[in-house]
């Protein structure tokens, strides 16, 4: 086995088609990569809501070894993306190795065999050495818990799940969120819609995005001068660096974004009331950063109103929030996110002794450089707990942890062996170090986000910088790992709460 190592790559998003062609150019032939879509680009395939673009700058949100010289504007919308994925996956030749419309369901470890059996949904089973997964963190969309008091006559649809059938035109259109996607899909809702309500349970904080076209002489430098567009990108990731310090509550460079979005807020919304309504209470960046430059027009617009009290309730053709306010709308959209603290959530996976990742996570997910947890062995991940870094981009990091996982394949090929699993000392180690770090982050005051489990922990945010994640991943050190089994499954690692500060 040692010799021919079969691996399963579960999501064909981004981390999977790295994994993928990282795995080509080591010699490893017996992989596998499964998708529940028709096609690759993961999140970039299965969202197409009107307005999508990304928040990180083409040039800086594409592979290190495949960039691309033809990026239409500096901030990519979705078609664009999607394609540059898709392009990726033919010219290094991944076809022959997807498996495309499979959702696999479960992964269960065979201590006898020394293998993985995943299973699909319809009842297939597939067998390999080792497990990665792929899946990302925007696949299970968070729709609100809304009181259907009468039967809606209307249309509900979450972002994530776009109905182009839907004709908004001249349409009633309630809009819940004021995240990202809320921010992208309103103006375009509200360039339709004949009424568009903004349902805000709390305003956001607002950058500006001053996105434009590439020029074609710049496509063409880029194009024709290959060093220009790597020196490009880097000035991209420098500059992305060096906003790191926004992590850390009151910093200076948290109170420069703060002034800066507060000055666009002055300038684009005149009324006193509304930009009141507009202005968060909790501090800039304990929140995703939102990048926008429209949506504030558009709330001023005569026929958008923002709404400041969540959505409770449907009635037959209303929309009724919690301070009793009943609005006559068509459409209800979503823009409620994704359940991203729940790795995995979609999937059973049932380790040595028969534990099971939930069961391991209950008091949040945790995992040595976001990839392996211990009494998983042969398991690992892509864009685990704790690897979502909070200024840079994610493409960097699923690089890094692809390259990781094939250093680890290529020592269990070259020891011979067919075990691998990360020991809990280390692990524990690990997450120890991350608590340290976490101390002093924005992402610890007293603010509802995202990046927190149930009991409060911060367990999806990276609380250093991409640089500092590149320096622990680049070399696997065999000593944080085990290559024998040891007879007793790791019991659970304790973690706790990232309580509060500055309070």
């Known amino acids: 086995m040692a010799n021919d190592l079969s691996v399963g790559v579960i999501g064909a998003g981004p981390g999977g088609l790295a ?178 309500y903004s349902v805000q349970r709390s305003p956001t904080w607002i950058l500006p995005k001053p996105d434009r076209p590439y020029t074609e002489r710049e496509k063409r430098i880029f194009k024709y001068v290959p060093l220009a567009k790597r020196v490009y990108r880097t000035r991209l990731w420098l500059r992305s660096e060096s906003n790191i310090s926004v992590i850390e509550n009151g910093s200076d460079k948290t109170q420069e974004f703060k002034a800066t979005a507060l000055r666009a807020l002055e300038a684009t919304v005149p009324d006193p009331d509304l930009r009141a309504r507009l202005t968060p209470d909790h501090p800039l960046g304990c929140k995703r950063l939102v990048f926008a430059t429209d949506y504030l027009t558009s709330l001023t617009q005569d026929h958008v109103e923002v709404i400041s009290s969540p959505a409770k309730a449907l009635r037959t053709r209303s929309l009724v929030t919690a301070d009793g306010t009943e609005l006559d709308v068509d459409v209800v959209v979503c823009a409620t996110g994704y359940a991203v603290a729940d790795y995995l959530g979609q999937i059973e996976v049932r380790g040595e002794g028969g534990a099971t990742l939930a069961d391991t996570w209950t008091d949040g997910a945790y995992a040595y450089l976001g990839m392996a947890v211990p009494g998983f062995p042969n398991f690992f991940m892509l864009y685990g707990p704790n690897t979502n870094v909070g200024s840079n981009s994610v493409i960097f990091v699923l690089e890094a942890q692809a390259r990781y996982i094939v250093r680890a394949l290529r020592l269990m090929r070259r020891r011979r062996k067919s075990y691998i699993a990360v020991r809990r000392d280390a692990t524990a180690d690990y997450i120890a170090k991350i608590d340290r770090w976490m101390v002093g982050t924005v992402w610890t005051t007293r603010c509802s986000n995202y990046f927190r489990a149930a009991n409060g922990r911060v367990v999806t945010q990276w609380p250093r910088s991409a640089r500092a994640f590149w320096a622990m991943t680049r070399r696997l050190r065999p000593r944080d790992y085990s290559f024998e089994p040891s007879g007793t499954p790791a019991e659970p690692i304790a973690v706790r709460s990232h309580s509060a500060v500055g309070q």
Not at 154 to 179: E, P
Request: charged share 25%; net charge negative; hydrophobic share 40%.
């Open 19 to 196: 994994l993928g062609i990282f795995l080509k150019k080591a010699g490893f032939e017996n992989f596998t990569i499964f998708d529940r879509e028709d096609g690759v680009g993961g999140t970039w395939r299965t969202n197409t809501y009107p307005g999508l673009a990304c928040d990180v700058k083409s040039h800086l949100y594409s592979f290190s070894f495949d960039l691309n010289p033809d990026w239409s504007r500096l901030w990519s919308e979705q078609p664009e993306i999607l394609r540059y994925f898709e392009n990726c996956a033919r010219r290094h030749q991944l076809e022959r190795y997807l498996r495309l419309n499979t959702d696999i369901v479960g992964a269960d470890w065979d201590p006898e065999d020394r293998s993985w059996l995943l299973c699909t949904a319809t009842g297939e089973e597939h067998r390999f050495d080792v497990v990665v997964s792929a899946v990302g963190v925007f696949n299970q969309p968070l729709t609100p818990d809304l009181v259907e008091e009468e039967p809606f006559a209307g249309t509900v649809m979450h972002t994530a799940k776009w109905d182009h059938s839907v004709d908004l035109t001249g349409a009633r259109v309630a809009v819940l969120g004021t995240g990202s996607t809320a921010t992208q899909v309103l103006p375009e809702i509200a360039r339709r819609a004949a009424r568009v």
